[in-house]
């Protein structure tokens, strides 16, 4: 069960990372990238693919790695300001609530042209 509460220190990966890989290679990046363990159960690291489709969440609690994916059906979920300096971004619980909650924000629509009509 994914426990989740204001208790915890929330980050966003902000690098490219292949979200195919699996639970131990987003650990690998935590390590390498962020310099923090991944088995640190008071931590969440959250991975949003390039694209803004995808959200993977890792947390480490009571001996098991839980890593779970949240994907709209359509929209992406909105983009949050990175400071360029790090490689992480620690938020807060209410950020990350509203990040996973209140995703879409546009829609995956192809639009070649449009034609306004007074």
């Known amino acids: 069960m994914l426990g989740l509460s204001a208790n ?3 980050y966003l ?3 490219n990372v292949d979200l195919r890989k699996g639970i131990f ?3 690998e ?5 962020m310099s923090l363990d991944p088995s640190d159960a ?3 690291y959250m991975f949003m693919s390039r694209n803004r489709k ?3 969440i890792l947390h480490y609690e009571r001996g098991f790695y839980v890593l779970y994916e949240k994907r709209p059906v359509m929209g992406r979920f909105k983009k949050p300001v990175f400071d360029e300096v790090s490689k992480c ?3 807060q619980w209410s950020d990350m609530a509203y990040l996973t ?3 879409v924000v546009d829609r995956c629509t192809s639009v070649r042209k449009i034609i306004l009509i007074h």
């Open 29 to 33: 990046s935590i390590r390498e990238e």
């Open 13 to 15: 990966f902000n690098g």
């Open 25 to 27: 290679r987003l650990c």
């Open 42 to 44: 008071s931590n969440v």
């Open 54 to 56: 995808v959200v993977k």
């Open 101 to 103: 909650e209140s995703i």
């Open 8 to 10: 915890l220190n929330y």
């Open 89 to 91: 971004y620690r938020i």
